[in-house]
């Protein structure tokens, strides 16, 4: 009688390994699941800046940046970079 305990005990055993194992082998095909799309984070470069000559909008981003007189300005093009400094320079 202890035998046939220690044979289903045994049997438990085998079967509780082999559940392990297979969820282990199930982990492993599913582990390559899709990586989770990155969170779009709405970076602070794509903040809205305008430009002061044309009066456009443009991202921070993509815009050209100018320092003048401790102010920071944005434009659309270099053109308009330009023709601010020219401006500021001649008035
Ligand atoms: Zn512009």
Same mark, same amino acid.
């Given at each position: 009688?202890? =035998?046939?305990? @220690? $044979?289903?005990? $045994?049997?438990? @055993?085998? @079967?509780?390994?082999?559940? &392990? $194992? $297979? /969820? !282990?082998?199930?982990?492993?095909? &599913?582990?390559?699941?899709?990586? +989770?799309? +990155?969170?779009?984070?709405?970076?602070?470069? !794509? +903040?809205?800046?305008?430009?002061?000559? #044309?009066?456009?909008?443009?991202?921070? &981003? *993509?815009?050209?940046?100018?320092?003048?007189?401790? =102010?920071?300005?944005?434009?659309?093009?270099? /053109? #308009? =970079?330009?023709?601010?400094?020219? +401006? /500021?320079? *001649?008035?």
């Amino acid at each position: 009688m202890i =035998r046939l305990i @220690l $044979l289903l005990i $045994l049997i438990f @055993l085998v @079967l509780w390994a082999a559940k &392990g $194992l $297979l /969820q !282990d082998l199930k982990s492993l095909l &599913g582990g390559r699941k899709e990586e +989770e799309e +990155e969170e779009r984070i709405t970076p602070l470069s !794509d +903040e809205l800046v305008k430009d002061p000559v #044309c009066g456009v909008y443009c991202p921070k &981003g *993509s815009s050209y940046k100018l320092k003048y007189k401790d =102010r920071v300005f944005y434009f659309c093009s270099p /053109q #308009c =970079r330009e023709k601010f400094l020219k +401006e /500021q320079v *001649s008035s």
